[in-house]
């Protein structure tokens, strides 16, 4: 990890209820600035890239940039080229980023260069209004394949775009919102295909969810529940899942916290016990980050950002009260501005949204200070 503290991009920002100490991205080239959805961490790899989302109200598209985190070597940029419509996802290499723009799927390096490797043929499009191709993207185990989970027309499909040849496979479509798809980092066929509410959009009815936490194979044999007994606004509020590292999945219920599902056996275990909104762990499931609550931002109940260790039962803030996003411009539903804290792919660092600055910035925390 790079000394942030000597890096001129960077401001050190200190809670001051906590003492937890933080980088502020300081160098600004867009009104809004702010982590990817957590997950889809910006960091890359090898630690010389954090790449985030810049925005410039009124306008509602986002474009990615990045910031070199080596302290001798600042660089921050951002690229029009790369207006994206699904969260992009960092190669694994570190060589660029992934990133769906309307039915293309693209990658993009660090100059800028782009190159489309392929696209949802037309054919299938049949001139219906393509709403979204990909919630954020997921490459599957063995590297073979990105997961898609899009709308078009009065339909929610999922299928597949093979990462170097760009065949697109189309899996299966349902009537109802699928969303947020993502591939187990274990098995190469398996992937997590969460329900979610949705608005109609001619009726503007809103739809709700029953359950949210499905499971799906590229094969199509299967298709299941992965908690059952979880019915959405009866005996469950949930949501905000993502894959541990090792194949665990792991979920938040809003007002009880963090839960980690064994996908073989169904096995759950209660981690972290507090009301929770988003949340992310490191790469062995003993140390978890999380925001509670952004979709309030009330005076009497401060935004926090919060740290977890799941061995000691130890619990610190990292933010201890977030006030509102500064501007009406920049609202949540436009900008989902919300703090998303990520670990970084080496779990030496946890990325996330601030506003302590008076604007909508990224921050970076060393792990190692809550250890």
């Known amino acids: ?46 630690g010389e890239y954090l790449w985030f989302t810049a925005c410039f ?45 309307r039915q293309y799927l693209c990658f993009m390096d660090p100059a800028g260069e782009v190159k489309i490797i392929g696209s949802i043929p037309d054919d299938y499009i049949k001139k219906r209004f393509l709403f979204r191709s990909a919630t954020h993207l997921s490459l599957s185990a063995d590297g073979e394949w990105f997961l898609l989970d899009g709308k078009v027309g009065n339909v929610f499909f999922v ?70 007994d979880l019915w959405e606004h009866h005996s469950s509020l949930s949501g905000h899942e993502w894959w541990s590292k090792d194949g665990m ?23 972290w016990k507090r009301p929770v909104c988003h949340a992310h762990c490191n790469s062995d499931r003993t140390l978890f980050c999380c925001d509670q609550t952004p979709y309030c931002w009330h005076p009497d109940d401060p935004l926090q950002v919060i740290f ?19 501007d009406p411009a920049f609202n949540y539903s436009t900008y989902h501005t919300d703090p998303h804290p990520q670990f970084s792919p080496d779990d030496t660092m946890i990325g996330y949204m601030t506003t302590v600055r008076g604007m909508i910035d990224v921050a970076v925390t060393p792990v190692e200070q809550f250890k």
């Open 308 to 326: 977890y260790n799941r061995t000691t039962g130890q619990e610190k803030c990292i933010v201890s009260a977030m006030p509102p996003p500064p």
């Open 57 to 101: 109200p009124p306008c509602p598209r986002r474009f990615p940039a990045y910031v070199t985190l080596d302290p001798a070597n600042p660089v921050i940029k951002w690229f029009p080229q790369g207006e994206w419509g699904s969260v992009p996802m960092v190669a694994r290499d570190s060589s660029g980023i992934y990133f769906m723009s």
């Open 249 to 271: 999945v792991c979920f938040v219920e809003y007002h009880k916290g963090v839960y980690e599902v064994d996908p073989a056996t169904g096995e759950r275990t209660h981690v």
């Open 159 to 228: 299928a597949l775009m093979h990462a170097r040849t760009g065949e697109f496979k189309l899996l299966n479509e349902f009537p109802y919102n699928h969303n947020h798809a993502l591939f187990s980092p274990v098995d190469p066929k398996l992937f997590l295909y969460p329900t979610d509410w949705a608005y109609d959009p001619i009726t503007g009815k809103r739809w709700e969810m029953i359950f949210r936490l499905w499971l799906m194979d590229t094969d199509q044999t299967v298709y299941r529940h992965l908690c059952p």
């Open 1 to 46: 990890m790079h000394d942030l503290s000597r890096h001129p991009f960077f401001e050190t920002w200190t809670d001051p209820q906590t003492g937890a100490v933080s980088y502020i991205l300081k160098e600004r080239i867009a009104p809004i600035q702010q982590v990817f959805y957590f997950t889809n961490p910006g960091f890359s790899p090898d």
